[in-house]
């Protein structure tokens, strides 16, 4: 009998042994399956955006920022009249009373979203009732301060935070920075633990973006195509503006636009960003294009003669004519033909190039390409592939049979009007990370030459010429600057069929400023303007408005009027004179000689705005330059000798009055 009490004895200590060294194992040796049932009973996991970095422009205005907001989410299983509070709920949230108790009616669900990304006001009023089962978590919402500006480049984001368009799309993942999981405690039953309930999220992780775009260059911008589609009766209307030297994205826009912070309520048509994703046929500005190549290849000079065939040329079964009837153009030079625009004249400019050579030249200005822009939805354009019948030649010469983004076209006036390279547009000057602070800036990167620096000098001459009294882009002239670019007026494609759409014309100009030391490339154009159609019209005076604004905001002196020689007196005159709303007679284009002394002034070095400068900041500005330089008084610079923007003399010595 005792024997047996000592069996039972010793089989319950052994039986309690284990059970106590089980415990002792659970307790305190790691098992990765009881962990996950842990946290499955105890913890439900639910996923926050981390503060997205901001968007600034290149001096450091917040285009798009993130601001604190609160996301409602309720525990339906404890909400004790689930009716009720979501009465309270609609009425709050401006939502129907069904679609929030659809979301808490099931008892047996313990969490759920009620709504994110709720102001303060909202959040304040539906904790002051205290009912168990509803709690926020913070989180960052976007808010684009400036509304309509940039819209169509910001981009915007989804309700989960993501980016859809834009920057916000591309840049997305340096942005977004790192997700944030948040875990709802819940007690032994799987109930939560719901206390005050907010999450804090003390330091952004998205990095900064810093854009090399000027925000009040782009609402100027913005202002200028909206008038110009209100005025005109437009569809819509595009604009870009770039840095003549770097190709960097100083203003980009189109109108109609929209209000970021409400971007799903806008038309997609409005939310596109047209300067990169639409292509069309750009009409007489890509004849500056097809003289380029001509003149590279060392086909043509800008005094080549070529006969226009008194306006009308038979080009297989068909007639090339030029815009206006009355234009029977005979002998004219290259330069004359790019002033007038003649049709006649640049169809036989590309017979003598032949359409192997015209296709490769315009390939090499950046057309049917992309460009490498670093925003997304970028198009390629279109240069049809060879071979070419003759009227197809004679059609893509002036800008027909061919398509190319608003982009490509100022990229390609930048390329004549830097001294021949083609540079890869960008707009994202630095990108600065949050947690380091290590900043990442942008390089200029060339993608080829396409001239020669006297080549370029000689293209931008004769664009000069094309702004003269003459030229067909007269409208486009700043006072006290000399302004080269070139006119379009391009017929509509149908999109729903062959051929053209009838009375519909897209009006464009593209052009740069000063063209003796260009500082900005400007291309705009006007889609289906109905009051007026052709670009000297409707975009050269949008140019012109735009380049004044640039050029006096920029603080760039204008030409000083002692110091100009005869073809620069010509373009002050003419400058001062009434603006024409037709074409002048070819006769009063520059002369050759005239054209010479422009192309001297566009390959010439020429003193540099100094004025309001200090003796340091000047030294910095001239340093590297073979310049001499005597210094007068004391101060900040007042005037030089010669005067800014003049030619410089030979030997190479400027004054500087300081006062």
């Known amino acids: 009998m005792k024997s047996r009490i000592v069996i039972i004895f010793v089989g319950i200590l052994v039986l309690w042994s284990a059970l106590i060294l089980r415990a002792g194992y659970l307790q305190f040796l790691p098992n990765d399956r009881l962990n996950s049932l842990q946290n499955r009973q105890f913890q439900t996991k639910v996923t926050l955006q981390a503060r997205r970095g901001a968007i600034v422009d290149s001096n ?70 205290d009912i168990r089962g509803l709690s926020f978590v913070e989180e960052w919402r976007r808010v684009y301060p400036n509304e309509t500006l940039l819209a169509q480049t910001l981009g915007f984001l989804g309700i989960e935070g993501q980016g859809l368009e834009g920057l916000e799309l591309g840049y997305n993942q340096l942005l977004a920075g790192n997700q944030k999981k948040v875990s709802v405690k819940r007690d032994a039953r799987g109930r939560p633990l719901i206390n005050d309930g907010l999450m804090f999220i003390e330091n952004p992780e998205g990095s900064e973006l810093r854009l090399t775009v000027d925000s009040e260059l782009q609402y100027r911008l913005e202002s200028e195509l909206a008038n110009a589609v209100s005025t005109f009766e437009a569809d819509h209307a595009v604009g870009v503006i770039l840095d003549a030297k770097t190709s960097a994205v100083l203003a980009l826009a189109s109108a109609p636009t929209f209000d970021v912070n409400k971007a799903m309520k806008a038309a997609a048509e409005h939310r596109r960003n047209k300067i990169v994703t639409d292509a069309f046929e750009p009409g007489s500005t890509m004849k500056t294009f097809v003289i380029a190549a001509a003149l590279r290849d060392g086909l043509i000079q800008p005094n080549t003669k070529f006969y226009c065939e008194k306006g009308s040329f038979k080009v297989g079964d068909r007639i090339i004519r030029e815009a206006e009837s009355k234009e029977k153009f005979e002998d004219l030079t290259v330069s004359e033909i790019l002033a007038v625009s003649s049709n006649v004249g640049t169809t036989k400019i590309a017979f003598k190039m032949g359409s192997d050579k015209l296709r490769q030249g315009l390939l090499d200005f950046g057309f049917g390409q992309r460009l490498g822009v670093d925003l997304p939805g970028e198009a390629r354009g279109m240069v049809q592939a060879l071979p070419w019948r003759q009227h197809l030649l004679s059609n893509i010469s002036f800008g027909h049979g061919i398509s190319a983004t608003p982009l490509q076209i100022a990229n390609a006036f930048a390329a004549i009007a830097n001294g021949g390279v083609l540079n890869r547009p960008y707009i994202v000057q630095s990108i600065r990370d949050a947690e380091t602070g290590e900043l990442k800036e942008a390089e200029v990167k060339p993608i080829r030459r396409v001239l020669t620096a006297e080549q370029a000098a000689q293209m931008r001459a004769m664009l000069v010429g094309v702004t003269t009294v003459g030229g067909t882009g007269g409208n486009a002239r700043v006072d006290g600057f000399m302004v080269g670019g070139k006119t379009g007026t391009a017929q509509k494609v149908n999109p729903n069929g062959r051929g053209y759409l009838k009375g519909a014309y897209i009006s464009s100009f593209g052009g740069f400023i000063p063209a003796n030391d260009p500082k900005f490339v400007i291309y705009v154009a006007v889609d289906s303007p109905r009051k007026a159609y052709y670009g000297a019209t409707v975009a050269a005076p949008l140019f012109a408005r735009m380049a004044s604004y640039a050029v006096r905001k920029e603080g760039i002196a204008p030409l000083p009027i002692a110091e100009v020689s005869t073809v620069d007196k010509k373009v002050r005159r003419i400058a001062a004179e009434p603006k024409p709303a037709v074409k002048i007679p070819v006769k009063e284009v520059l002369t050759a000689s005239e054209l010479d002394k422009v192309t001297e002034v566009m390959t010439g070095e020429t003193v540099p705005n100094l004025k309001n400068l200090t003796t340091r900041e000047v030294l910095r500005r001239i340093n590297g330059q073979d310049l001499k330089v005597k210094f007068v008084g004391q101060g900040v610079v007042a005037d030089t000798i010669p005067d800014a923007g003049s030619l410089l003399p030979e030997s190479k010595e400027i004054t500087v009055i300081m006062k």
């Open 60 to 129: 450091g205005r917040d285009l798009a920022m993130s601001a604190a907001a609160y996301s409602l989410y309720a525990d339906p299983k404890i909400i004790e009249n689930r009716k009720l509070a979501a009465k309270k709920l609609a009425k709050v949230l401006n939502q129907s009373y069904e679609s929030v108790y659809a979301k808490i009616k099931d008892g047996n669900r313990r969490f759920v979203w009620i709504q994110r990304m709720l102001d303060q006001g909202a959040a304040d009023e539906i904790k002051s009732w």
